[in-house]
């Protein structure tokens, strides 16, 4: 994808005419800071411009780092809890205390930590049915229900978030938005029901957010935000670290954008928001792929 930042030109904004900005930090630690640092920066802007900050977390493992920092002193100070409503990118559907659960994760590592008003906390849930076929379409069903109804809130709260953070599979999703899935074609609804093939690794491979059940399970069954609903977002914020998204992470930067079915290519592709920011936050190991001159590198956190 086009539009970085030459290393000798000044950073971008991530700008949407200018294309995404791609900041290398030197490990995951950096990451994480910067990423905090540039929540803080996108909270206050946020509420400058509308008196209300609208977060939707991603789940996996990456960004857990990052809601340790921001549910702790100082940048759990510096965030306007009173003025901040939290949503989610995606929820697999299982138990809130499921360890697979996205909305479990973000609890412990931030939210339980913040003064965050309880009914400006927004859970994506989605009942766990697991077992026989014909369970099975009862859990498409609920899945699909799940999806509406959590439309419904978002369609009564916020119509576009200031703030979407989001991670990247090995396999190029984000989100739920998973190769090839109806999820990822979706073009008018706001949230989608979605599960990852087996054939694609759903069933208890992928990434180490835990996309499947037990091995050779059936996948899970999942809830996401769609594209075209995180492209109306101010700002989305990419975060990915490990030498193991290198590959895909030079696929999605610098890969081109037709898929061999026609389409955006890669799911992370489609993420391009129409009037926002979209920036990358990425170490050193996963940046390892990229065309070095490219992308400006920071040795410290996201300037304020
Ligand atoms: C999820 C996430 C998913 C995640 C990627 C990367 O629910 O699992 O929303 O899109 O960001 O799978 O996962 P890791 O951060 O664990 O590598």
């Excluded at 100070?77 to 939290?86: G, L, R, S």
């Excluded at 999703?173 to 008018?188: C, V, Y």
Aim: glycine letters at 12%; one cysteine or more.
């Amino acid at each position: 994808m086009g539009g970085h930042a030459m290393a000798s030109a000044p950073p971008s904004s991530g700008d949407p005419r200018e294309g995404p900005l791609v900041v290398v930090l030197p490990d995951p630690e950096s990451v994480a800071l910067a990423v905090a640092t540039a929540v803080v920066s996108e909270a206050h802007r946020a509420v400058d411009r509308s008196g209300r900050f609208t977060l939707s977390l991603s789940g996996g493992s990456t960004p857990r780092r990052a809601y340790e920092l921001l549910g702790r002193t100082p940048f759990a100070d510096d965030i306007p809890w009173d003025f901040t409503d939290i949503f989610w990118g995606d929820e697999r559907c299982v138990s809130p205390d499921d360890p697979r659960s996205n909305e479990s994760m973000a609890r412990a590592a931030m939210l339980d930590h913040v003064p965050i008003p309880a009914d400006q906390v927004h859970p994506m849930r989605c009942p766990g049915i697991g077992g026989s076929e014909a369970e099975a379409s009862d859990a498409a069903m609920a899945a699909d229900e799940a999806a509406i109804d959590y439309e419904t809130l978002l369609r009564g709260q916020v119509s576009a978030l200031d703030l979407v953070l989001l991670g990247l599979g090995k396999d190029g999703h984000t989100a739920s938005l998973f190769p090839g899935s109806d999820a990822l074609r979706e073009k008018e609804r706001w949230v989608a029901p979605a599960r990852q093939s087996v054939e694609s690794g759903g069933a208890g491979a992928g990434d180490t957010g835990g996309t499947g059940g037990a091995k050779g399970e059936a996948p899970l069954w999942r809830v996401t935000l769609t594209a075209p609903y995180i492209n109306r977002a101010a700002a989305v914020f990419f975060i990915v670290y490990g030498a193991d998204k290198a590959g895909v992470l030079r696929q999605v930067l610098e890969g081109d954008t037709s898929g061999a079915d026609g389409g955006a290519g890669l799911p992370a592709q489609s993420i391009s928001p129409t009037g926002g920011k979209l920036v990358w936050f990425v170490d050193e190991e996963a940046a390892s792929q990229l065309d070095r001159g490219k992308y400006p590198r920071k040795e410290r956190g996201w300037p304020r």
